[in-house]
């Protein structure tokens, strides 16, 4: 740029061959960056779609705001499999060569990150279902909290009825510990001690918490109802 810029600067002059070589090195990479770009945006809109939870978090409402996702192993082996096709897109459709060094970055970024999810994938049963900050449980509570947005009567409904798919959402995570758990995975004894005694103490309290939210997504559905009479009232 600076030499298309100072015309009268005779350095501009000495290498053209060159220059026409920097030109088209440059062009090839912008046109690299601009696939590669294109392919990671197919791959974030994809994930997108498939997650209802990523959207709210991203402040969306469309049709899914009313849902939580597929928490099952066998959604699981889809997106694991879809990752596989991820890595092999990146490496057998782009040239690294011909990228830019930012472009480059995020290439190995995200073939990194690619690759570290594929290889944790098969050890997925081998951690708790309960920690200190993993409760499969009050996480929806804290969603809805935190997460989930009432503007309007829609975004209501659409609370009302993820309070109404809670169970069904835990069921699928239930399921899918009880398939880790025939796997017989090996976790530290001292820890799983500690976690079978906090465990015998915390059903119940699950168990309240779930009546709790049902009783909830009762009331919040007549309270909407009642809204929506209102209205159509008025």
Not at 186 to 201: N, Y
Not at 208 to 229: M, W, Y
Request: aromatic share 8%; glycine share 6%; hydrophobic share 40%.
């Amino acid at each position: 740029w600076v030499r298309g810029i100072v015309g009268a600067c005779p350095v501009a002059w000495l290498a053209p061959a060159a220059t026409a070589a920097d030109e088209g090195a440059a062009a090839a990479a912008a046109t690299e960056d601009a696939r590669l770009a294109a392919f990671f945006e197919e791959v974030f809109q994809r994930n997108l779609k498939d997650s209802p939870l990523f959207q709210s978090q991203l402040g969306m409402k469309g049709p899914d705001y009313g849902k939580w996702g597929d928490f099952s192993d066998t959604e699981a082996i889809r997106q694991n499999d879809l990752t596989k096709q991820d890595l092999e897109r990146l490496r057998k459709e782009f040239d690294v060569a011909k990228l830019s060094e930012q472009s480059r970055v995020s290439y190995r970024i995200f073939e990194y990150l690619q690759e570290r999810t594929l290889r944790n994938f098969p050890w997925r049963f081998h951690g708790y279902a309960y920690s200190t900050m993993n409760n499969p449980v009050t996480q929806f509570v804290t969603f809805l909290q935190n997460i989930h947005r009432v503007d309007d009567v829609s975004d209501a409904e659409a609370y009302v009825s993820r309070l109404n798919l809670i169970e069904a959402a835990l069921q699928q995570g239930i399921d899918a510990h009880a398939a880790g758990l025939a796997l017989d995975p090996i976790r530290p004894a001292l820890g799983e001690q500690r976690k079978l005694a906090a465990r015998s103490t915390e059903v119940p309290a699950e168990r309240r918490h779930l009546q709790h939210l049902r009783r909830g997504a009762a009331v919040a559905q007549a309270q909407l109802q009642l809204q929506v009479l209102e209205r159509h009232a008025a």
